[in-house]
């Protein structure tokens, strides 16, 4: 991968104006270290407004915060099909292999980049997929369209139907898991894969939710589509939207999505993905490159127009193959 330099920007919110810029920085963006953080200011790799500054510099509301890195991205599939167009709302079918936003080691290649290109820079998400899964994603064109929906999904006003691919012969046609779901500190949990990851800037394998009693509430419908040897495909309808509940409910009720470096491994197996990441017996037990999981549909009402807005993204051909 061939590196650029970019220069990353951003503003000190009043929360934590007033607070050293390494502190402002291992705090906004804690995919470093605050020791890289100290080093990279001391090397002037860091510019508040335009200028170099010592690490105990005390930074105000509004003040600009640039910094530039030399970066490479591993490249992604940023092909897109226009599902849904009018002056309000933009809706793409996305595939498997393209984050929709800016996190971890992507920050040019992404969905919103893409779009913001081809339609606009006023173009914003309304709702998330992972990065490996495909299917329909809804954008907005101005504000209040992005409000408007927003507050939809968040209500659960807006039908999600998915479709996975999941190990294991999946014996109810019908299955309801209602399971909170709560956040995994990996600091305690993995305290030294988590270690590891932070020293050498790179992202580990490690769950981010769990089902937790003590977690948000989470409901999951499943349907069985087809049983095919040693996997089942499943049609999915989660009733809210949790972030990875459709992989957490899956695994937890023993039938893990096929591909999912998350959830769907354990063991040594587990083990040798967080230690050497996608080795040659880690990907055979993956299966697949990317996990089995496609938005197949949204269907809401137009919050503008009052129509019956259904979105449809058909089956990406990796899973169609893997499903026949």
Known sequence: MEKQQLTLTCQVDSYRSGWSIVDFLAHRFPYHTREG??????????????????????VRKSDRVAY?????????????????EDEHYL?????????VHACGIYIVNTLIARL?????????????????TSGVVVLAKHKDANRLLARMFER?????????????HMAQDELTIDAPIGKIDARFQYPVEYAWGKENDLATYLPKRQVDPDGKPARTRVEVIDRRG???TVRVLPEQGRTNQIRVHLAHAGHPIVGDKIYSLSGEIRDEQLREGLTDRVRAALVLPRHA??????TFTH????????????????MSRLAT
């Open 156 to 168: 659960g006003e807006v039908a999600k139907r998915y479709v996975a691919i999941v190990h294991g």
């Open 230 to 232: 040693a996997f089942t």
């Open 293 to 298: 999981l496609h938005c197949e549909a949204l």
């Open 303 to 318: 919050p503008l127009e009052g129509t019956r807005v259904e979105l449809r993204a058909p089956l990406p051909e990796d």
């Open 37 to 58: 953080w100290t080093t990279r200011v001391r090397d002037e790799w860091v510019h508040v407004n335009d200028c170099a500054v010592d690490a105990d510099h005390v």
């Open 68 to 84: 530039t890195i030399f970066h490479a991205e591993p490249p992604v599939d940023d092909r897109y099909d226009v599902l849904f």
């Open 91 to 99: 809706a793409v079918a996305k595939s498997g292999n393209i984050p």
């Open 116 to 132: 913001r290109a081809d339609f606009g820079q006023n173009v914003n998400l309304v709702h998330r997929l992972d990065r490996e």
